[in-house]
């Protein structure tokens, strides 16, 4: 269930406070990354405590423990709501802060172009000096010729051109 700000304020003490508004989106941004991990282990601090006191309260509820103060406590509802808001601060904090780890794990553009312009280089330096144009080190390549074959028989070619002309012969003496 979610816990209204008015019932945040009255349940955390003010510098508990200041440490939950920093965990909202807008605030988030700006810590640097040291700020980030201080405000973590402090919210983890408090949210250990605030554990730690609603767990004696269940157990002075119970009978189970001597009481703290002069009389067992009676209710810890507040004391389990105040884990619960800072749990969920914690939650916020961790998600930036794995945010921020996904977003510094994707290599820029500038950082692959060296990596690559690295392994070339490391990889030329392993081959021997190539010339620039085409040798018979190792023999000439056949180049394949691009004409098609043709299959027709050239006496053919020529039997078909004289039918033709003999008939048109014909057909203009014809006229």
Same mark, same amino acid.
């Given at each position: &269930?979610?816990?209204?700000?008015?019932?945040?304020?009255? +349940?955390?003490?003010?510098?508990?406070?200041?440490?939950?508004?920093? /965990?909202?989106?807008? $605030?988030?941004?700006?810590?640097?990354?040291?700020? +980030? @991990?201080?405000?973590? @282990?402090?919210?983890?601090?408090?949210?250990? #405590?605030? =554990?730690?006191?609603?767990? #004696?309260?269940?157990?002075? &509820? *119970?009978?189970?423990?001597?009481?703290?103060?002069? %009389?067992?406590?009676? *209710?810890?509802?507040?004391?389990?709501? !105040?884990?619960?808001?800072? @749990? @969920?601060?914690?939650? *916020? +904090?961790?998600?930036? =802060?794995?945010?921020?780890?996904? $977003?510094? $794990?994707?290599? /820029?553009?500038?950082?692959?172009?060296?990596?690559?312009?690295? !392994?070339?280089?490391?990889?030329? $330096?392993? +081959?021997?000096?190539?010339? %620039?144009?085409?040798?018979?080190?190792?023999? &000439?390549?056949?180049?394949?010729?691009?004409?098609?074959?043709?299959? /027709?028989?050239? &006496?053919?070619?020529?039997?078909?051109?004289?039918?033709?002309?003999?008939?048109?012969?014909? #057909?203009?003496? #014809?006229?």
């Amino acid at each position: &269930m979610a816990i209204s700000k008015t019932e945040e304020a009255r +349940l955390l003490a003010q510098d508990e406070r200041d440490f939950v508004a920093i /965990t909202r989106a807008g $605030a988030l941004k700006g810590l640097s990354d040291r700020e +980030l @991990s201080d405000v973590i @282990s402090l919210v983890r601090e408090r949210r250990k #405590r605030a =554990r730690d006191i609603a767990s #004696r309260q269940r157990r002075e &509820m *119970r009978g189970k423990a001597q009481p703290a103060g002069t %009389k067992p406590a009676a *209710r810890n509802d507040g004391t389990t709501r !105040k884990a619960e808001v800072l @749990s @969920s601060a914690l939650k *916020r +904090l961790n998600n930036e =802060r794995a945010r921020r780890a996904a $977003a510094a $794990a994707v290599p /820029t553009q500038v950082q692959l172009a060296r990596k690559a312009l690295r !392994k070339k280089r490391a990889s030329e $330096a392993l +081959l021997p000096k190539a010339p %620039k144009y085409r040798t018979a080190g190792k023999g &000439m390549r056949n180049i394949e010729n691009e004409k098609t074959r043709d299959l /027709t028989h050239p &006496m053919e070619v020529g039997r078909v051109n004289k039918f033709v002309a003999v008939a048109q012969a014909k #057909r203009d003496a #014809r006229d």
